[in-house]
């Protein structure tokens, strides 16, 4: 097989896998990122407390896909993490997500779980069959008390609009459970790497037939230079915003050093619309297996995202889908380009599917050149759309 060229725009996982992926089947990958570092939003770097702090928030890796669990374990050792987050209604704390403990402790209630669940299924309103909007589903799925303390607010202040302006799929993946488990995810496999998730993209990229270029724009007047680009930076982005800026969410972090332990947890919501911040994150709790006796705080401010900002969450409401209609039509009308990962296909992904969508993409550009055919140019669908 000859030896293909692949220019690698972003050094996140979805780049870094793909890279690695064709470096090891004797092709060559030149990778370029904007930021000094690898990771993209999954960097961490230890401050000066040594706490390893999640430098872009906080990330918890969890799966259920074996494959995807094996390929990170190659290239760093993980850790059993489980995961957990507090939620403060005015001066309460509750244990979420939501179950058996957070609605005996709100309702004042004994309730075993199968009463909890007919109560709940009783404050929940059955009129809604075809709920539309976030709201809808919220009332649909829990009733208004804990939609207007839990989620209400919150949800404003994450997204920035009324919870009646988002879609209702925004809350169809949040668990309720009529039990007293308070993980927060339930997949077989959870975990945090001991030394960080930075030294485990480095890792990956640790190949002869790749090159890595950070603080470095790659510009399409180079695409000619390779045989195939995976671009994995904003989809927008790459046709000049052709179409207008797709909407994003950011984060700001306010960060504090505090001696002891600050809140007993790694996240605390904070779900009242008049508290400013989201959420306050300690990054040590994100590491049990480590003493500290400081302690790293975040507290996280939701906004627009701005020209100049980092982006987190798309917005994904009908203006945006429209827009990113426009960008993916064309996507599939460009030759020799692969659109992938979070920003490549305007979606929120889990680490795991970014890593299991890397490895697809990268699995059928190898079978196409092995039958000698050209590579494909567009692996993910990022809406939903034949």
């Known amino acids: 097989m000859v030896s293909r060229s692949f220019a690698i725009v972003g050094a996140g996982f979805s780049g870094a896998v793909v890279a690695r992926q064709m470096a090891e089947a004797g092709h060559t990958a030149t990778v370029y990122d904007t930021r000094p570092h690898v990771a993209g939003n999954c960097f961490t770097a230890r401050d000066e407390t040594d706490v390893m702090v999640h430098v872009y928030g ?16 190659r290239f760093g050792e993980m850790m059993p993490y489980r995961h957990t ?33 007919a109560f709940v299924t009783s404050k929940a309103d059955a009129t809604i069959t075809n709920p539309v909007s976030f709201e809808d589903q919220a009332l649909r799925f829990v009733g208004r008390e804990l939609y207007e303390a839990f989620f209400a607010g919150y949800t404003k202040k994450q997204w920035g609009v009324d919870p009646t302006e988002l879609p209702a799929s925004i809350l169809a993946r949040l668990p309720l459970r009529f039990t007293a488990d308070d993980s927060y995810f339930n997949h ?6 001991r030394n960080g998730y930075t030294p485990i993209v480095q890792a990956i990229l640790d190949h002869p037939n790749i090159t890595v270029h ?37 984060l700001d972090f306010v960060k504090e050093v505090h001696d002891g332990d600050f809140q007993g947890c790694p996240v605390l919501n904070y779900c009242d619309v008049e508290v ?6 300690e990054h040590k709790h994100f590491a049990p297996w480590e003493t500290h ?11 627009l995202c701005e020209e100049n900002d980092t982006p987190y969450y798309p917005i994904r409401l009908v203006e945006e889908k429209d827009q990113l209609l426009n960008y993916v039509q064309r996507a599939r009308d460009e030759r020799n380009v692969t659109f992938l990962g979070r ?15 890397a490895l697809q993409a990268a699995s059928g550009m190898l079978s196409a050149m092995a039958d000698g055919s050209d590579i494909p140019s567009f692996f993910t669908d990022p809406i939903g759309v034949a």
């Open 188 to 193: 077989p496999f959870q975990a945090i790497p």
């Open 293 to 303: 006796e400081q302690t790293v705080t975040y507290r996280e401010y939701s906004r």
């Open 58 to 73: 906080p990330h918890i890796f969890h799966t259920q896909h074996q494959h995807v669990w094996d390929y990170i374990n």
């Open 343 to 357: 920003l490549g296909t305007y979606r929120y992904l889990d680490m795991d599917v970014t890593i299991h969508e």
């Open 276 to 281: 400013p911040y989201t959420r306050i994150t």
């Open 85 to 117: 987050v507090r939620a403060m209604v005015g001066d309460t704390m509750y244990r979420m997500p939501m179950n058996l403990t957070l609605i005996n402790d709100f309702f004042g209630t004994q309730f075993t779980p199968e009463e909890a669940e």
């Open 214 to 250: 950070l603080n470095t724009r790659f510009n399409k007047s180079q695409s000619g230079s390779f045989d195939h680009v995976v671009w994995t930076g904003p989809i927008d982005a790459y046709f000049n915003f052709e179409h207008g800026r797709l909407g994003y969410r950011t």
